[in-house]
């Protein structure tokens, strides 16, 4: 039975980490396209838009649409999905405001398009963010694979169409957004089917009481979520205002290609390890424990020989692969494996602590995290250091939150089977 069990979780790894891998394959092969019908500041430009709607997003539906996953009835977990959705739509209305009101009266001084295309684009992900949930509640992992392989074709074919007509980074958002809109298609489908299944009936009061009984999500994990992304997103926001967007561009570019492995690997067995964890956390600590040590030292070993290849030889392969232009993304992608390894191997144990409900530990991580960021970002513009040594502090810094995060998770767990025994 024991064997089954195993069998069955790395075989929806592999459901979800196909679809993803499939997915990325697009990605890595229009790359070498897209960075030569798009220029290093066209990238810098998509990356400050990127960098905006993730800071966003973590507004989205204030965190509540984690608790779709976790909820004990089907019931239940529709009704989060439906104050989800509407929170959603609040908030894309109020931004879509904001943006406009910023173009008439000029507040903005960056790209326009970028206020134009930000509602859509916010909406989008954060319908997809929604579906993705329930689908993992359902553990309909083939179903997500198919939908992360069709976003990534149909967006980056978008994005290339656009290249060609010299689009500039506007390609880049609408291909963006037609990626998040394409996911949710496809998981919506999936959502209609179950629902037939299910007698479900909409009601205001019900919508109350998960608003309420969910309530550690938006006072917890959506502080921690946006401090969590504030402190990725800020090495761009520093950079666009110190480096400019050319420094910007060469980042994002060596980013995502370092992110290849945590997206296809790392956030396939993250999300597989979520499903699984939902089921057997609190009631086997025990078994939860040697599956998250187990995943950790498996995710060292594949990410281990690719981080090395990257520190010997990544200015010359991204030379080669990208353009000669992009040389100085991969001087940056060689400092950057620094946390490329910790953040793959550390990155699932987060979910530790939204099974067990203890999204405080979250909120604390990721104010550590913002907090040891901006020390080293703010050391860097006050002695007036060169973006080499910047990354580099930057690096070790967010190392040592990925570490930190792990021993966190490690000692949840522990603490949680000396309670069970008392």
């Not at 069709?150 to 967006?155: A, C, E, M, N, P």
């Not at 006050?382 to 810094?397: D, E, F, K, V």
Request: with cysteine.
């Amino acid at each position: 039975m024991k064997n089954i069990k195993i069998n069955y979780f790395w075989k929806s790894v592999i459901l979800v980490a196909f679809g993803s891998l499939g997915g990325q394959l697009i990605i890595i092969l229009s790359k070498p396209i897209l960075t030569r019908l798009f220029s290093v500041e066209e990238f810098g430009n998509f990356s400050l838009y990127i960098s905006i709607l993730s800071l966003l997003m973590m507004l989205g539906t204030f965190q509540y649409e984690k608790g779709i996953i976790i909820a004990d009835e089907d019931e239940l977990s529709l009704d989060i999905l439906g104050l989800s959705l509407m929170i959603l739509t609040a908030l894309t209305s109020i931004i879509f405001i904001v943006c406009i009101s910023m173009m008439s009266f000029a507040v903005w001084s960056a790209s326009p398009i970028i206020l134009i295309l930000l509602p859509f684009g916010f909406f989008f992900a954060g319908l997809f963010n929604i579906l993705m949930q329930w689908s993992l509640r359902k553990k309909s992992f083939k179903t997500i694979g198919k939908a992360k392989v069709k976003q990534s074709l149909l967006g980056n074919l978008v994005k290339i169409s656009f290249g060609l007509f010299n689009f500039n980074h506007a390609g880049l958002i609408i291909g963006s957004i037609i990626l998040h809109l394409v996911g949710s298609v496809c998981l919506l489908k999936a959502l209609f089917v179950d629902m037939r299944k299910t007698v479900y009936h909409f009601e205001v009061d019900a919508i109350k009481n998960v608003a309420f009984k969910y309530k550690n999500f938006p006072i917890y994990s959506m502080p921690a979520r946006l401090l969590n992304t504030a402190g990725i997103q800020l090495p761009v926001l520093f950079m666009t205002l110190v480096f400019g967007l050319s420094t910007v561009g060469q980042f994002s570019l060596a980013n995502s290609i370092l992110s290849l492995p945590m997206m296809i690997i790392g956030q396939s067995i993250g999300d597989v390890f979520l499903a699984e964890l939902s089921t057997i956390g609190k009631v086997n600590p025990n078994k939860s424990k040697r599956l998250m040590t187990k995943l950790v030292k498996r995710l060292f070993l594949i990410g281990l020989i690719p981080t090395l290849i990257v520190v010997i030889f990544g200015p010359v392969l991204f030379s080669m692969i990208f353009g000669e232009e992009w040389y100085i993304a991969g001087v940056f992608a060689r400092i950057l494996s620094i946390v490329t390894l910790p953040r793959l191997c550390f990155s699932l144990t987060v979910r530790v602590f939204t099974v067990f409900e203890k999204q405080q530990s979250i909120l604390k991580l990721d104010i550590l995290r913002v907090i040891l960021v901006s020390l080293g970002f703010g050391i860097s513009f006050i002695l007036g250091l060169n973006i080499i040594i910047t990354l580099l502090i930057y690096a070790i810094m967010m190392a040592l939150v990925y570490l930190v995060t792990f021993l966190s998770a490690l000692r949840l767990v522990n603490n949680y089977k000396v309670h069970q025994r008392l």
